[in-house]
């Protein structure tokens, strides 16, 4: 197999969706398996450091890459097994993961709608879990295949091997930056179920009268309900949510409630609360404000915006203020949903 072309010096502004200006100091397009592992090969690039870089869509750039970019392109998208109660589907890494999911959809096999319009691709997809109104990756995950980027070798992994959490995986952790997911097989159950429990949907029941809706009006009230009140990164940079959700005990809830009654909080199974950062940096009156080019979306504090020619010091400096704000106020510290790179 040749080697793919080495590109220098290339632009990631179109390969972020902050729309951050970095250069790839050089940076490689890999199609397949066997591209990868010429390039893994070839004494030449042994020595440089290797960036994953997939839809773009959860890093923020602050300086120029150095080594080595592996753009992952690898496309195809096919259904691996059929049986009674399950459907398994796969994907490129490359692949978008929006266009998949309507993909599955018109294939007549529903179980991603509630995740429609997340941006990014599907290789990135199981790195931080993607979820969206009352469904995770995790739910439907059946098995990813990777290639280690030191010894070039392939691998399968199952969903308990991921260690998927809220926003987090293995990838983000022992394997981050040890290997390339190559495929993402996705397991969609028969008959499918359709998930309705999310505040936003039960809205859109009462709205339209429509109590049993199916797997594509699914889709559509999901697409409109991210529309209404996320920016679309092809016309206003960002990275979906800026800061994850905080988790905290049951102690430390009550304690807030008591200080601040009107706190939008959720219990989990296993007796926590989750909080709603974006209700605690808009109640910290963040909503709408900028820093020099980094802004808070003015329809989902949770958000973070470039407002045309920020650059990544811009984000990182508006996230600080915003996480010693909720601090001082709350008493919490949020985490960072993206990779600062
Ligand atoms: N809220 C405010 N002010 C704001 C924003 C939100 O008061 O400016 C309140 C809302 O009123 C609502 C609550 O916060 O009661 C939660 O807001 P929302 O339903 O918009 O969801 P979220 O918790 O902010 C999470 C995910 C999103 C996902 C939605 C829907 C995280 C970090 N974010 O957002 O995921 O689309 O739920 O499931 O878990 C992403 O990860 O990039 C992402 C967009």
């Given at each position: 197999m040749p080697l793919p072309v080495v590109e220098s010096r290339v632009s990631l502004r179109p390969y972020n969706s902050f729309g951050l200006p970095a250069l790839a100091e050089r940076l490689v397009r890999i199609g397949d398996e066997a591209q990868l592992r010429a390039v893994l090969a070839d004494p030449a690039l042994a020595a440089a450091p290797r960036f994953v870089l997939g839809g773009g869509s959860n890093i923020v750039l602050t300086h120029d890459l150095p080594g080595l970019v592996l753009k992952v392109e690898i496309a195809g998208r096919r259904v691996v097994s059929r049986s009674d109660d399950e459907v398994v589907v796969e994907a490129g890494a490359g692949e978008n993961w929006h266009d998949f999911v309507a993909w599955t959809l018109d294939q007549?096999?529903?179980?991603?709608?509630?995740?429609?319009?997340?941006?990014?691709s599907v290789g990135a997809a199981p790195v931080q879990n993607i979820g969206a109104y009352g469904v995770e990756l995790k739910d439907r995950f059946d098995s990813l295949d990777a290639i280690d980027l030191q010894t070039g070798r392939s691998f399968t992994l199952r969903g308990a091997e991921c260690r998927f959490g809220y926003r987090d995986s293995v990838f983000k952790h022992e394997l981050a930056n040890r290997c390339l997911i190559t495929r993402v097989r996705f397991v969609l159950p028969q008959p499918p179920v359709a998930v309705l429990g999310y505040l936003d949907l039960e809205r859109k029941i009462a709205e339209t009268?429509?109590?049993?809706?199916n797997p594509r009006q699914v889709f559509d009230w999901i697409c409109a309900i991210r529309r209404a009140k996320l920016p679309d990164p092809a016309i206003i940079g960002n990275a979906g949510s800026f800061f994850k959700n905080p988790v905290v005990t049951p102690e430390q809830c009550r304690d807030i409630i008591a200080r601040d009654p009107a706190i939008v909080h959720y219990p989990m199974a296993d007796g926590s609360f989750k909080l709603a950062a974006g209700w605690l940096i808009d109640a910290c009156g963040?909503?709408?404000?900028?820093?020099g080019q980094a802004g808070v979306y003015e329809k989902q504090a949770l958000v973070l915006v470039?407002?045309?020619?920020?650059i990544g010091g811009e984000i990182v400096t508006l996230a600080r203020a915003i996480q010693e704000s909720v601090y001082g106020r709350f008493g919490i510290r949020l985490e960072p949903e993206p990779v600062v790179l």
């Open positions: 007549g096999l529903p179980g991603l709608e509630n995740l429609a319009l997340i941006p990014g009268g429509v109590t049993h809706p963040w909503k709408g404000k900028s820093i470039n407002r045309g020619q920020a």
